[in-house]
């Protein structure tokens, strides 16, 4: 007999921790953008791995945990359309392996949001970066 599917929606913070740990893990394996995360991040990676954890746990569930700036750590990054394609494509195979629900579906379209906006953002500085950024 199969195995039904038996995925579950993210619920609460140590679903958060799951999948924050785990992508980060297939991040930093990854050929593009792994070497460019460790490059920034170095010996932080636990500061980050928090941090991301509050700023996932404050859009998912309106817990007010993360009070940071999204966009300012990326705005010198060597990143570009395909850095953010597999990012995406990363985040998205490592949500789907493991959660399915509304609030999966929510964790996905705040990454595209995300990533969109940081796109647009990027454009706007390499234009004109005299422009103020906000
Ligand atoms: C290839 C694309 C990306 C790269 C290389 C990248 C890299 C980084 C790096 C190096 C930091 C600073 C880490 C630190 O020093 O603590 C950071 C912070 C962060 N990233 Fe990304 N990132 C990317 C895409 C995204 C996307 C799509 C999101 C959307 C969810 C995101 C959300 C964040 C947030 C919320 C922070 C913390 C900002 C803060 O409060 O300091 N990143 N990222």
Redesign the pocket.
């Known amino acids: 007999m199969e195995m039904e599917e038996q995925r579950s929606d993210i619920s609460n913070l140590d679903d958060i921790k799951l999948l924050v740990d785990s992508f980060y893990g297939k991040v930093r394996q990854d050929a593009l ?1 792994g070497p ?2 460790d490059r ?2 170095g010996n ?1 990676w636990p ?2 791995l928090e ?2 954890y509050r ?1 996932w746990q404050t859009i998912l569930f309106d817990a007010h945990t ?1 009070n ?7 705005a010198k ?1 060597p ?1 570009d359309k395909e ?2 394609e ?3 494509t990363l ?1 998205e195979s490592n949500l789907d392996a493991q959660f399915a629900g509304p609030v999966t579906e929510e964790a996905r379209f ?2 595209h949001k ?2 969109e906006l ?1 796109q647009i953002k990027l454009q706007h500085i390499r234009q004109d970066p005299f422009r103020p950024l906000l």
Request: glycine residues 4%.
């Open positions: 953008i460019i995360f920034e991040i932080n500061t980050h941090k991301m700023f993360y940071g700036r999204p966009f300012p750590p990326h990054l990143i850095h953010f597999r990012w995406l985040f705040r990454a995300m990533a940081f």
